[in-house]
């Protein structure tokens, strides 16, 4: 089972917004509202930011939001700050062997 | 305080193996499923192995399956990691953390309380 599919790296400057792709099959992100997104700033352990793909858990801001059309998800960041910039991870459960599916990451640089 | 705290990292050579722990901490952890979730140096994050509450459902990564289990005990609240026939590639921090289920499943698919992570190294 393949990777969920990530851009790479997005950037934007203090203030404005940005959206994160991520991409999976019928079987995982197509198939199931059960799509997560994590926050990961460098040698810290992953925060997690947007549950039942819509979901924020207590204390996440709200410029923090999740949708999902067809087999793509996405993370939405509005009013974006300087403390965001950090790597994003999507996540799925997945009907393949493989139970949960993370995506490549997505580095987030605010410029 | 919710807290995980993962212990039982090392240096391992190819072909051996490592038992991980994760002690768990203001939370009831007889009631939560736990997952082992692992990150290659430079790496993106890659999904292990989760076990249900009362330790009878268990699944893992076709990476991992036959190779590493996954336990728990509920009165030391701890959860465990058996890891062998290790291989070069299993090299990562290895992180412990709470699972929960999307809505209206079992499906113990996010993770919500992280561990600090611990570091595994295969390396001969």
């Known amino acids: 089972q393949s990777a969920l599919t990530q851009p790479a790296s997005v950037s934007a400057s203090p203030g404005q917004s940005i959206t994160i792709s991520c991409t999976g099959t019928?079987?995982?992100?197509?198939?199931?509202?059960?799509v997560s997104w994590y926050q990961q700033h460098p040698g810290k352990a992953p925060k997690l930011m947007i549950y039942?793909?819509?979901n924020r858990p207590s204390g996440v801001s709200n410029r923090f939001s999740g949708s999902k059309s067809g087999n793509t998800a996405s993370l939405t960041i509005s009013g974006l700050q300087a403390e965001d910039e950090a790597d994003y991870y999507c996540?799925?459960?997945?009907?393949?062997?493989?139970?949960?599916?993370f995506g490549g990451g997505t580095k987030l640089t605010v410029v | 305080e919710v807290q995980l705290v993962e212990s039982g990292g090392n240096l391992v050579q190819p072909g051996g193996s490592l038992r991980l722990s994760c002690a768990a901490s203001?939370?009831?952890?007889?009631?939560?499923?736990m997952s082992w979730v692992r990150q290659a140096p430079g790496k993106g994050l890659e999904w292990v192995s989760v076990?249900?509450?009362?330790?009878?459902?268990?699944y893992y990564a076709d990476s991992v399956k036959g190779r590493f289990t996954i336990s728990r005990d509920n009165f030391m609240n701890t959860l465990y990691l058996q890891m062998s026939s290790l291989r070069v590639e299993d090299t990562a921090v290895y992180y412990c953390?709470?699972?929960?289920?999307?809505?209206?499943?079992?499906?113990?698919?996010?993770?919500?309380?992280w561990g600090k992570g611990i570091t595994i190294t295969v390396s001969s």
């Open positions: 996540s799925s459960y997945t009907s393949s062997s493989n139970y949960v599916i």
């Open positions: 039942d793909v819509t």
């Open positions: 203001g939370f009831t952890f007889s009631n939560s499923a």
């Open positions: 019928s079987s995982d992100v197509g198939a199931y509202n059960y």
């Open positions: 076990i249900s509450g009362s330790g009878g459902s268990t």
């Open positions: 953390a709470r699972a929960l289920a999307g809505d209206g499943s079992y499906r113990y698919y996010y993770m919500d309380v």
